[in-house]
């Protein structure tokens, strides 16, 4: 098999088309998103604390620029692959927040009719898989997902996440490998929020940044602030546009901070206060909200009443889900293997 | 019709299945240019191309994640394990990923995993095991074990028809001891229905794999002694065809089961549990099995075959349930 130097010369040589900026009306969009993202986490965390969610109640609050803004940059018809903290990305691809209720509150209303848990939310409509809880084991699936479109000539891209603390695991390596070796469509966004439930980088790996990994597998990336959703969306879409024309994967890098504990249970008290402020300085949500006012997007009035329209979709929904049936015991034994049918394969 | 041994039946099946669904494709280590280690693909990379027969970096949970993605999109990927006991390196992927993605969110993984598996070929601890055990007991994984080239052209084809994730356990001792006539083109073995491998009175032989040759070997020298054996080949055992396990006790009221997996808790381990429970009434002697010991494998040929099970196991097994 020829050697890769042709690939780095094609991805320097390649330029896109169209500088990846947000529009006016794409950032409102964005913002809505982020701003949903983050009250649907804090409404579900009021009810885990009132003992109507179970188990485990995750948030991705300090997250939400990335979440977001990396599904906004996806075409309909490119794959996403979430990992634990992508509420935003869920919500972006046409998960709503009924569906993430009725999930938390284990209805059968959910896509996975609460056959799993929390933020394992996948949706065999939306072709969003449903992860497990062990941390890089849908690299390869979405490695997979990327090679068959490679297979049917289709130009659809794929994006896969993992965080600092996943990037360790086995599969990431062998993923990142494949990856690189078959030249796949495939975009990972490697989320440093610092953390990994207790452990901080220094004691998580060697490298300085998790992006100085990229070289080793063959691939090209980047580290942005992933505090800002249009820095955010454009490295995102410029990547994802580079590999659907047939340059390879990419690796993108981004900095936040994990502004809760790892779940709801966790207290966190292992991240020093002062980190703690220093990031709430950078909030997304907060800097999002400041441009959409200076570049004069959306006014004062136009936010709050932005703002309101979520809170009221959020009511309906935990109500709607809140009243939405429990499963039946019988339901217990169903499902396990699949019929002999060609529905619901990604590609139909 | 043409006669086969067991590994030119499974070519034989790849190939056919190649020519008839574009969907199809292989994944593994060595598998393309040089035809496998035990050139089961051999030819095939030539007359398919690196795009259907791919030769994988040696990542098995990398190749085979990759293989349930695929598997989702509607593609058919067939992936080869160099050795079943390599198949612990993708455990993960196997048991929590392909295994649960249908009952927890309703993809469709239709991705098989052969794996040439079992000992008898001095191959030591790591090239010699049968975990069928492991995947049997993993709900969402059906598993296949041919043993005779009929069925393993057969039960391939049905295996890559099924959309479920499906571990095929090719055993590779069978590889070129077995040979048979066996009919051009596809035709399946329909999964979870037992064959009778040899029709008796006396006691019942339940087994698969290799311990179906086994048995049969000890078959002739029983009845010389005026023991009849009926060898049910199990085929699968998910889905496992519990009616031929009663079926042939109720005919026979003894019975010896045979599996080359460790004896604790193994495959064989599941059928005394259905005998013991559902077919209790037809007993008339306690049930026997003959398996691997609980060890890892050793490599001396000596120590090999004090491991492994045998025609000569087998025999005196059904000797001691017969005279009960």
């Known amino acids: 098999m020829a050697k890769k130097t ?291 997007i959306m006014t004062e009035k136009e936010i709050q009443a932005t703002d309101q329209k979520i809170q009221d979709l959020i009511e309906r929904d935990v109500e709607k889900a809140l009243a939405a049936p429990l499963p039946d015991p019988e339901e217990v034994t169903q499902g396990v293997f699949a019929d002999q049918t060609t529905e619901n394969f990604f590609f139909n | 019709m043409a006669v086969k041994t067991y590994l030119e039946a499974i070519t034989d099946g790849l190939r056919e299945c190649l020519k008839a669904d574009p969907d199809v494709f292989l994944m593994g280590e060595d598998i393309g240019v040089f035809g496998g280690a035990f050139k089961v693909t051999k030819g095939l990379f030539e007359e398919f191309g690196p795009e259907r027969v791919m030769d994988t970096p040696i990542s098995e949970a990398g190749f085979v994640g990759a293989g349930i993605g695929a598997a989702l999109c509607g593609l058919r990927p067939v992936v080869e394990m160099q050795f079943s006991d390599f198949i612990s390196c993708c455990f993960n992927q196997i048991v929590n990923v392909a295994a649960t993605i249908h009952y927890r969110w309703g993809g469709k993984v239709p991705l098989t995993i052969r794996c040439p598996s079992g000992g008898g070929v001095r191959g030591g601890p790591f090239h010699s095991q049968s975990p069928e055990g492991w995947f049997m007991h993993t709900p969402g994984l059906y598993v296949v074990c041919p043993a005779t080239p009929y069925d393993a052209k057969g039960l391939l084809v049905s295996s890559i028809r099924n959309n479920n994730p499906v571990l095929f356990f090719e055993h590779k001792w069978l590889y070129r001891r077995l040979k048979e006539d066996i009919p051009d083109g596809l035709y399946e073995v329909p999964l979870g229905v037992a064959d009778i491998a040899r029709e008796g009175t006396d006691v019942s032989v339940i087994a698969y794999g290799s311990c179906v040759a086994h048995a049969l070997d000890a078959a002739e020298g029983l009845e010389k002694d005026g023991i009849s054996i009926e060898v049910v080949d199990l085929r699968t055992l998910v889905p496992l065809d519990k009616e031929a396990i009663l079926n042939t006790v109720k005919k026979t009221s003894r019975a010896v089961v045979a599996y080359e997996d460790h004896i604790v808790a193994g495959p064989g381990s599941e059928v005394c549990s259905i005998l013991a429970n559902e077919g209790f009434e037809y007993l008339d002697a306690p049930v026997e099995r003959v398996a691997g010991l609980q060890t890892p494998i050793p490599y001396a040929p000596v120590l090999e075959d004090t491991y492994l099970p045998s025609p000569q196991k087998i025999a005196e097994a059904v000797r001691r349930v017969a005279a009960f």
Not at chain 1, 10 to 26: G, I, R, V
Not at chain 1, 134 to 161: E, F, Q, T, W
């Open chain 1, 6 to 296: 042709a690939a780095k010369s094609k991805s320097t040589a390649w330029s896109p088309k169209a500088e990846y900026l947000l529009t006016k009306e794409q950032a409102k969009e964005v913002y809505y998103y982020m701003r949903l993202n983050r009250s649907v986490e804090e409404r579900a965390a009021a009810l885990y604390r009132q003992g109507k969610i179970v188990g485990g109640c995750y948030s991705s609050t300090g997250n939400e620029a990335v979440s977001v803004a990396t599904a906004y940059a996806l075409e309909k018809r490119d794959f996403f692959v979430p990992l634990l903290r992508n509420f935003g990305g869920h919500l972006v691809r046409g998960q709503t927040p009924f569906h993430i209720f009725s999930q938390y509150l284990g209805r059968t209303t959910s896509p996975t009719r609460a056959k799993d848990c929390n933020v394992h939310l996948g949706n065999i409509k939306l072709k969003i898989p449903g992860i497990i809880s062990h941390l890089s084991a849908y690299m390869p699936l979405a490695c997979g997902i990327a090679l068959a479109c490679k297979k049917r000539g289709l130009d659809s891209v794929v994006i896969n996440y993992i965080g600092n603390g996943g990037a360790n695991v086995g599969e990431f390596h062998e993923a990142l490998n494949l990856a690189g070796v078959w030249r796949l469509p495939f975009v990972l966004i490697i989320e440093n929020n610092q953390y990994a439930y207790s452990t901080p980088n220094t004691a998580q790996y060697a490298c300085q940044d998790l992006i100085d990994r990229a070289p080793g597998y063959g691939i090209e990336g980047a580290k942005i602030d992933g505090t800002d959703a249009f820095t955010v969306y454009g490295t995102t879409k410029w990547a994802i546009e580079r590999a659907r024309a047939g340059h390879g994967p990419y690796i993108i890098q981004t900095e936040t901070m994990r502004m809760r504990g790892h779940a709801e249970h966790d207290g966190f008290e292992y991240v020093p206060k002062s980190m703690i402020e220093a990031w709430k300085k950078k909030d997304p949500l907060n800097k999002m909200v400041q441009t959409l006012k200076t570049e004069k």
